[in-house]
T-cell receptor
């Protein structure tokens, strides 16, 4: 089954404790991206990757890092989480970047206390 | 900066009626437009898309209309069903690799 898998689905952490949210896709897509979803703001793009070892900032990259060492994986790293990063996070992948439909993961609800 | 906005944060329709969800975008260079549906507890799911060289595209019970003159996009759902209850997002793409999402419209379907 074609899918994008994120882990964990839920995470509560404390300010400053480094964490990684994993994302994996099995569709051989070149393009992957991370979004955060906050009430009333829709989805805002954090980072995206056009291919292995190629990443770029989205609209809200501050406080986040990403890496793309393999085509299928695109982890999101919060080196020092802060409460304003409490949000619902989605990973997505697609064939042709923003010009083709994106497949989304189930989401990761992160709470930073 | 570039923005995508929806006209109504919520929409309530009677089961069996047609629904129309609207979206306005700011960048006239936007060349690809997508509608996503997000059910509670799930990630957004692709519904239908349209490119800037078209003004209408139809799918199964859904139609997307694009008016580039006024930078307006709409999603029409025919014979709305309870399973259509969800949040609907429009998204625009302008060259490159960035996608801009609107804030979403929550559709309530009354039985």
């Amino acid at each position: 089954e074609a899918q994008v898998t994120q882990n964990p689905r839920y995470l509560i952490t404390v300010t400053g404790k480094k964490l990684t949210v994993t994302c994996s896709q099995n569709m051989n897509h070149e393009y992957m991206s991370w979004y955060r979803q906050d009430p009333g703001l829709g989805l805002r793009q954090i980072y995206y990757s056009m291919n292995v070892e190629v990443t770029d900032k989205g609209d809200v990259p501050e406080g986040y890092k990403v890496s793309r060492k393999e085509k299928r994986n695109f982890p999101l790293i919060l080196e020092s989480p802060s409460p304003n990063q409490t949000s619902l996070y989605f990973c997505a992948s697609s064939f042709f970047g923003g010009s083709s439909e994106a497949f989304f993961g189930q989401g990761t609800r992160l709470t930073v206390v | 900066g570039e923005s995508v906005g929806l006209h109504l944060p919520t929409l309530s329709v009677q089961e069996g009626d047609n629904s129309i969800i609207n979206c306005a975008y700011s960048n006239s260079a936007s060349d690809y437009f997508i509608w996503y549906k997000q059910e509670s507890g799930k990630g957004p799911q692709f519904i239908i898309d349209i490119r800037s060289n078209m003004d209408k595209r139809q799918g199964q019970r859904v139609t997307v209309l694009l008016n580039k003159t006024v930078k307006h996009l709409s999603l029409q759902i025919a014979a709305t069903q309870p399973g259509d209850s969800a949040v609907y997002f429009c998204a625009t793409h302008t060259g490159g690799f960035k996608t801009i999402f609107g804030a979403g419209t929550r559709l309530f379907v009354k039985a």
